[in-house]
């Protein structure tokens, strides 16, 4: 069974995100303590989009 178009896209966009994160979470680990404020941010607001294609599309969700 052929995937929707709009789940397609989620599912490129979130793997994109989960990327970034990956990225962003690397260079919060190698920076200065009192550096992570713009990262620690950035981090929230990329789970934050994260969470909200997992319940738009709970599918998307990965298994416990």
Do not use: C, Y
């Not at 599912?11 to 690397?26: C, D, G, M, P």
């Not at 303590?33 to 599918?59: T, V």
């Amino acid at each position: 069974m052929s995937e929707d178009p709009e789940t397609a896209q989620a599912r490129i966009f979130l793997t994109e995100l989960e990327k970034h994160a990956q990225i962003v979470a690397r260079r919060r680990a190698a920076a200065a303590a009192g550096s992570n404020d713009a990262l620690n941010a950035e981090l929230s607001h990329i789970r934050r989009q994260i969470d909200k294609i997992w319940r738009r599309f709970p599918q998307l969700r990965p298994e416990p």
